[in-house]
């Protein structure tokens, strides 16, 4: 079905009956559906009026607009020199700071297809354009006209039109021009809406149709025509006040319009089959994403979006959008600026690092024996150790089809006395290691606390802000997205746990007199990630119950939203006064002693032996194995491998102190 043709039959059908300016649609006025190609005047309008347009060009130029530049030297930064080049780039003129000058710049590129920058020059006695640079600005393009030789095609000179019919004429070598090339024209630029011009049309008629019934007081669903060669303005006059009287009000739209005399029914309305403007909406928000390569999240559109790819959206956005735009820029201003040398404009990477890949690579590497020790350190942003060059592969492995070396018996090494064999080495290493805990118990309480806050706002901004209303029975599901809650406990968690690990290794190793310096591991690394994943699930988990008691309660008694929000602000009281404590320090407790246990075999130590801190709340299973030593692949007579063991369940784990 035509829709545009239907609204304009409506439209005029009517605006024959109801001759008031105010009451007649006139639909597509803002844009033209004529010949859009290359009228740059369409662009600039669709960018004002069209919503998703705005949002996703502003998105494109407002990342290019965080370009940070740097010199380069055949290939390697400069960090000194002639770098006055990048304070101009970062303040190109006393408008303009550098982000707004280059956002600004995106946007002319991809509203009008082209950008021009006037280098603003200090002339000389020789050469008007051979100055030193004062400044840069940019030059509306659809105000610009390039004059071309016409015998070799080179250009001549820019001419800008200014108000009042005066004009001004620029040297070749006073503009950078930067434009989207036309296959057609290759010096002609193709305004990266044209393409979606007719989607965008289409988008802004609908939704002017929508708005003019809205301003109408509702839409005429119905009409009863009347059966008269002609109407008296008296008489049509009573109609208009009578239409007023009773149909002008959206609450009343679609009700038939009866008017007297002899007449016929005729049905003017569109179905709501035939209008679909909510899909029509979803169909041109879509256009909009494929156009601009911006992806929904980024535009604040989030349905059916999982939040496990928004991240991935990001970042193939910034890699295979944001990235190549400034490319291309740099490569445009190191052209202008050094066009002979070895010097070059370049920028940081805006693309964010994927870390997540980044660490499945180094399980696989590590897994593979395809690093040295420092390789991996270096990738985990650690500082390199005393003979750490080296690959260390298993013991055992040799090539197939080779028989094995032989291993001449060698002599029995020295028995290890350990330390914490010496019961009162045992209490201070034990009140040590105690009170490092509590140092990183104290971060993750407080890293917590921060996150509940955070999260019962969400909570509270998720219902709705009426002082009153009629809350439904699965209101809890619409305010908490418990996906994206563990993901953000994740990725807040996360850091604080590998420093607890990372640090509780490298403490027991020190405090034991041993030189070996603690690895993180990909086997660590991937525990560390199930342990945050499993460890932020259920807290969820446990805060989405007692919500949801919370909820049912204050449904059930037909409270207001500030009854239901006092409710939810008394759940999160609780969660930060008792839960969180205990959390903090059981997960903290768990990962240190974890990074105990791995340390120890990093170390080559053949035991271990158990540590508690020797008061009135230490557990009968743990008070009894004090001092025991084990084989480090042994269970302890308790049943736990180490403290904290969670394979010994929550009764054994939950508040522990103690130590190995």
Known sequence: MNIK?????????????????SYSLTVGDSLKTGNLWGDKNQCIKAYQIALYVNKAINKRSTKVGEIEFVLEKNGERVEKGDTGILDLLNKPNQYFTGRQFWALYQLHKDIYGEAYIWVDKTPSLINRGSGKVNALHLLKPDTITIKYDKTTGEVVSYAQQLAGGKSRSFLPDEIIRDWYPNPEKLLSPLPLLTAGMKEISTSVQLSEYQNNILENGGRVGDVFKIKTDRINKTGLSELKDTYLANYAEAKKAGTPLFLGGDADYVRTALTPNELDFLESKKTTLNDICILSEVPKPLLASLEDIKYDNADASMLIFMRDVVQPLM?????????????????????????????????????VADTIHALTINEKREALGLEPVKNGDDILIPFG?????????VIEPVAKKKAFNHPLKNKEFRIKYGDIKVA???????ILYKSIQEYTKEQMDRIVNGISPEEMRSFTKDIIDEAFNEKLEIKLAYEKFKPIMEKALIAGGAKSLALLGVSHEFVLSGIMAGWLDKKVEVFS??????????????FSESLAAGESRQQLVRRIEGTYGDISKGRAKVIARTEIHNANQYGTFKAYGQAGLDTKIWVTVGDGK???????VDGEEKLMDMNFSNGLMYPGDESAGAEEVINCRCQI
Not at 334 to 361: A, L, Q, T
Not at 618 to 624: F, I, K, L, P
């Open 327 to 363: 490319t291309q820029l740099a490569s445009k201003l190191s052209n202008y600026f050094y066009p002979k040398e070895m010097m070059n404009i370049s920028f940081v990477d805006p693309v964010p690092e994927n870390k997540e890949e980044k660490r499945k690579d180094l399980i």
């Open 618 to 624: 230490v557990r009968d299973t743990h008070a009894m």
């Open 5 to 21: 043709k239907t609204f304009q039959n409506l439209s005029k059908g009517i605006g024959e009956l109801i001759t008031s300016k």
């Open 436 to 442: 490092f805990e509590d140092e990183y118990e104290a």
């Open 397 to 405: 492995l040799t090539t197939l089809g080779v028989e094995p070396a």
């Open 537 to 550: 699930t259920q807290i969820n988990d446990t805060t989405f119950k007692q919500l949801k008691n919370q």
